[in-house]
Structures are given as C-alpha cells and as structure tokens.
C-alpha cells in the first residue's frame, strides 16, 4: 500500500504478526481496535514463515495461511496482508520485520507491533527485543480485568526501552489451536471465524488429523 508518500504527514503503520494457523476474530478484533485507539493509518497482518517458536510443531503450508489472512482482511479497507515473512527463508523472527520495514519506509512512517496479552509476557525473550523496542511502539491487547502488573515488570526489569500502550479489548477465548481440535473432532467453527475461512478450511481439508490432544497455546 501507498505509505509514507506524503514527506509532510506522520503515518502509523500497525504490525499483527502471527502464525495465523487459521486466523480468528481474536486476531481480526485485535488488529480493528488497535487500530481505532491508535489510529492507525493501516496494519499489515504479517504471517509467519517458520515461527520461531513453533519449530517442533505441525504448522500448515504458508500458501494456506496467507490465503486464509487474505480471506479474512479482505473486507477491511485498512487491512493488509503481507508475504515478507512468508517469502523469506528460515526462521522469521520479528526483530528481521521490524528492521526491514525501517529500512524500507521513509522516518514518516512510525512502526507499532500488535500483540495480544500472551505474547506481551514474552516479548523480552525475543531475538533481538532490544531492536524491538527501540524500532516499534509496542501495542498490547489485553482482556477487561487483565493484570498488567506482570507484563509491566517484566518489562521493566528487561532494561530494554519498551514504549507500550496497553488497549483493552473485548475478551475473546478464541484460540487458532482450539480451531484445530474443532474442525479435527468435526465439531463447527462457525462464528469463530470469518465464513470465507471456514469454508477455506473445509474446502482444503485443513486440520483433519491435527493431534487433537495437542497443547492449547
Ligand atoms: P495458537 O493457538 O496456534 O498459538 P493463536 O490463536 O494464539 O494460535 P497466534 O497466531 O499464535 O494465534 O497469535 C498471533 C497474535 O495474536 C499474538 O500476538 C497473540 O497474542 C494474539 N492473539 C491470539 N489469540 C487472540 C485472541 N483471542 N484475542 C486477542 N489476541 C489474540
Ligand atoms: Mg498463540
């Protein structure tokens, strides 16, 4: 998309990165309020090639994962999907992301990385989490009633010059691993998703096997 064209204004690029095996309305609901309390000009949904933390995990190909992503930000006018991770090769990791999108747009262009309230506890440990901090602001989802208290130390003793908003969103228990378990016992994931990502689903035979007793994450 056009960004950053206009040498006189600042644009608020929003980052939602994730496996998105399948994408949800967790994800979707996330990036669609982040983006409204920011006021995001637009987020880029950026799936994973091989995510780092998923190496000892059946992941599916990144072909359906970003035709699914596509599916589902297709609608919103402020929502793109990304093949930078996707087509590059090895492990993605998000620091490589955030360098590659500061070196390719100009300083009008400020980055902000979307995370939901689990991966905010993590972050830290990232590759690199001191580039992170330093090249994006870091948008934090959690649920009404979430303790930020951890997340807030964590950070805090990490030394790293995280710069955090933590936006409240609706609470959704929607998990892409619970999609999995559903369409493998052949029970609906109707509403849990968008309808052209679960006929997706359907029509690719995605998640038929999934080991049903995998962990949730
Ligand atoms: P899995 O169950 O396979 O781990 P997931 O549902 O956690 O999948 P990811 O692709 O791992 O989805 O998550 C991408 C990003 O979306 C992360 O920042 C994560 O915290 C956030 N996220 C995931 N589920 C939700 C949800 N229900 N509400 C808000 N944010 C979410
Ligand atoms: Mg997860």
Redesign the pocket.
């Known amino acids: 998309p056009e960004v950053g064209k206009d040498p006189a204004r600042t644009y608020r690029l929003g980052i939602?990165?994730?496996?998105?095996?399948p994408i949800?309305y967790?994800?979707l609901?996330?990036a669609e309020q982040a983006r409204e309390a920011l006021d995001l000009d637009l987020v880029l949904f950026m799936p994973a090639g091989a995510p780092a933390f998923k190496l000892h995990q059946r992941v599916s190909a990144p072909e359906d994962r970003y035709a699914m992503t596509v599916l589902a930000t297709a609608a919103n006018e402020a929502f793109f999907t990304s093949r930078l991770e996707i087509d590059r090769p090895g492990v993605t990791y998000t620091a490589d992301t955030l360098r590659y999108l500061r070196a390719h747009y100009p300083n009008t262009v400020k980055l902000y990385f979307?995370?939901?309230?689990?991966?905010i506890l993590d972050i830290v440990s990232w590759r690199d989490a001191g580039d992170i901090a330093e090249l994006a602001t870091l948008i934090a989802?959690t649920r009404p009633g979430y303790d930020i208290t951890q997340a807030h130390e964590r950070i805090e003793a990490s030394g790293f010059p995280f710069d955090v908003r933590y936006i409240e969103?609706p609470a959704?228990?929607?998990?892409?691993?619970?999609i999995?378990q559903r369409v493998a016992l052949g029970r609906s994931i109707r509403y849990l998703t968008s309808e052209s990502v679960v006929g997706y689903i359907r029509k690719n035979r995605l998640y038929q096997d999934v080991d049903v007793i995998e962990r949730?994450?």
Do not use: E, P, Q, Y
């Open positions: 939602m990165g994730g496996t998105f095996d949800h967790g994800h609901v996330t979307i995370t939901g309230a689990d991966a989802a969103i959704l228990a929607i998990s892409s691993t619970n999995r949730s994450a």
